[in-house]
Every structure is written in C-alpha cells, then in structure tokens.
C-alpha cells in the first residue's frame, strides 16, 4: 500500500533494524522502545488490523505466531517470558494501520491489565 510506513519497511523504502524475515513475515525493532526488547511483527501483506482479517489470511496469522515463538527463542526470552500486544482501532490507540505484533520483553512488567 502506497502510503504505509510498514509496507515502506517491507519494500526496504524506509530502513530498519531487521530481527526476522521469512517469505510472509517480517519482524524489525520499534523505532521508539517502550521495554529493553522491543519488536514489532508483521505480515508482508497490507492487512489494516485485526478487525479486517480474512478467513483466508488464517495460515498467514499462524506464520506470524510461528515467526513469534522463533524470535523469542533466538533472542533469548523463551525462559524469562514476553508480551504480545496487537492495537486494533482507535480505542487501542492504533496509530500504525498495518497490522503488527509489539512483542516485549527484558524486564519483569508490573503492569498488567489482563
Ligand atoms: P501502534 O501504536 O500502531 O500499535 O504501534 C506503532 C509502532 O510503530 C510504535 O511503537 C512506533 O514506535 C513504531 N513505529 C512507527 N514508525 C516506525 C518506523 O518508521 N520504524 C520503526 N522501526 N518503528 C516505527
Ligand atoms: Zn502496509
């Protein structure tokens, strides 16, 4: 999608600190840490967020898990525990519309909502 910065990071347009890649998913760090690790994980396809999921991008959600549960092992944070957060709409403060994993990690996180 011409506009995104997301697809711009796919399409190698804008750099990144590149975690990951496989043929459908890419995983780089977030621009602006949040936790001591900090990655965002994404489909290669435009797909706005979750709400606008397909029944046929099911395999492709499935990739990103699988991406998700190697990174965590290759950088180390499988023993110690991380988050995955996806921010769907305006309420969830979404302000990249690709959709996107934040997965965290490197400190114990004492705020937990659910
Ligand atoms: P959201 O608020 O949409 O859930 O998360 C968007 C995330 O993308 C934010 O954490 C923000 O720091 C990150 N971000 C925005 N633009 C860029 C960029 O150009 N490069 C990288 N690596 N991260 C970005
Ligand atoms: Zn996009």
């Given at each position: 999608m011409a506009d995104c910065i997301f697809c711009k990071i796919v399409n190698g347009e804008i750099p990144s600190n590149k975690v990951y890649e496989d043929d459908n998913v890419l995983a780089f760090k977030d621009l602006?840490?949040?936790?001591?690790v900090h990655i965002l994980v994404i489909p290669?396809?435009?797909?706005?967020?979750i709400i606008d999921?397909?029944?046929?991008d099911e395999k492709l959600v499935g990739k990103v898990f699988t991406a998700i549960n190697k990174i965590a092992n290759d950088i180390g944070v499988d023993k110690e525990g991380f988050r995955v957060i996806s921010n769907c709409g305006q309420d969830a403060g979404q302000t990249v519309k690709h959709l996107h994993f934040h997965v965290l990690a490197g400190k114990k996180m004492s705020e937990k909502i659910v």
């Open positions: 602006n840490p949040q936790m001591p290669k396809k435009h797909i706005e967020s999921l397909k029944e046929e």
